[in-house]
């Protein structure tokens, strides 16, 4: 499962700098995640895909626990695998420390979400920094998701 993850991940980040590399598409623009002040988390579109539930803990859109944070910053899959480490500054290491998202700070409130190459994936309310790895989970779990219609 782990490096089923791990390949999807390099899959799609290989995707994103491919496409991001030709033009700023549609497709890149519906790959955003935006969690606002409440945890509320929407695509770029305004579609409700999760929150950050009052225990800290990320949900889907039905209420299916999808990761938490532990107090070491532990990314934690709801199977109990640990997927990464989200540190409080906003940037997440996947599980052989390769730094795969950052934060830059927008304004008082905004962050932009990035990847390691600068590419915008989104916005983040501060109270949240630590939660900008949930543009990473919920784009995997929208890919393997994909990959179980396919086969």
């Given at each position: 499962m782990k490096k089923l993850c791990f390949l999807l991940f390099i899959l799609t980040m290989t995707m994103?700098?491919?496409?991001?590399?030709?033009?700023q598409?549609?497709?890149?623009?519906?790959?955003?995640?935006?969690?606002n002040k409440k945890?509320?988390?929407?695509?770029?579109?305004?579609?409700?895909l999760g929150f950050i539930d009052k225990n800290n803990v990320v949900r889907d859109n039905v209420g299916k626990e999808l990761y938490f944070i532990d107090k070491d910053g532990n990314v934690i899959a709801a199977n109990g695998v640990k997927l990464?480490?989200?540190?409080?500054?906003?940037?997440?290491?996947?599980?052989?420390?390769?730094?795969?998202?950052n934060t830059k700070d927008l304004d008082k409130?905004?962050?932009?979400?990035l990847d390691p190459q600068g590419h915008n994936m989104g916005t983040i309310h501060k109270?949240?920094?630590?939660?900008?790895?949930?543009v990473h989970c919920f784009w995997l779990e929208k890919t393997k998701e994909k990959e179980a219609k396919k086969g």
């Open positions: 994103g700098v491919t496409v991001g590399a030709l033009a598409t549609k497709q890149d623009e519906s790959q955003k995640i935006n969690i945890g509320g988390i929407y695509d770029q579109k305004g579609t409700k990464g480490v989200a540190k409080k500054n906003g940037f997440y290491y996947n599980n052989e420390g390769v730094n795969v998202i409130e905004k962050c932009a979400i109270n949240y920094k630590q939660h900008a790895c949930a």
